[in-house]
């Protein structure tokens, strides 16, 4: 990895699992690196298809605990493994419970399409909490640039604070558990609607069990993010 390279702490379910494999195939890319498997919405071309999921493509399936960021001066690859494997170490498995595909809104009458909870689930947030707390002191000091890219203008003063805390406008009690599958598009119930009977034939059990964190990496501005490991529970 680069100097430039940015690392992000995910939820990602395991690469055999059927949750694993249909938001890889709904999105165009699986961030392991496997092959797809086929992938069609009635009425929707390939095309359109894949342009309507271009955003999540490029991060690959997940939800996010800890946002992207660079390595603080100092910091090291090795030393944010560490503290991540120690981290995890310590955490049991939990389950999420059943997901649903839900639409989010994101203004100017869009929205982009999700799996989401169906509950709230409070090991969730403790886990939110302590990964987005305990890891970042890794994480090197947002750029103008990086900032300006969150729209804070479009923000709450709240979720302004977070951005400003822990370099995401969306942790903490503003965490919202969510695994991308479109950008924010216009007329998103048509989209939305095809997507859940999709999901509900291709993923048999659309619950997830909790028992690991995931880092992916893009090595430089511009490339897809990948998997690079996972830290499994091992608490009892």
Known sequence: MTQAARYAIYLAPPPESALWRFGSAAIGRDATGAALEPFELE???????????????????????KA?????????????????????????????????????????????????????????TRLESLVVRQLDRFRAPLTPTERARRRPE???????DMLERWGYPYALD???????????????????????????????????AVDALVLFAQGQAGEDFVVLRRFPFAAA
């Open 154 to 160: 479009r923000l709450t003063e709240r979720q302004r």
């Open 174 to 208: 503003e965490f919202r558990v969510h695994f991308t599958l479109t950008d924010a598009i216009a007329e998103s119930e048509p989209v939305a609607r095809a997507l859940a009977d999709a999901f509900a034939v291709r993923a048999a059990s659309p619950s997830l």
């Open 43 to 65: 009425a929707f071309s390939a095309q359109a298809w894949r342009e309507m999921t271009a955003e999540p493509r490029r991060y690959g399936f997940h939800a996010t605990i």
């Open 68 to 124: 992207p960021f660079r390595l603080r001066d100092g910091e090291t690859f090795e030393r944010l493994c560490a503290a991540a494997e120690v981290l995890a170490a310590a955490q049991a498995p939990f389950e999420l419970g059943p997901l649903e595909v839900t639409r989010i809104a994101s203004g100017a009458e869009r929205a982009f399409i999700a799996l989401t909870p169906r509950a709230p689930c409070a090991d969730l």
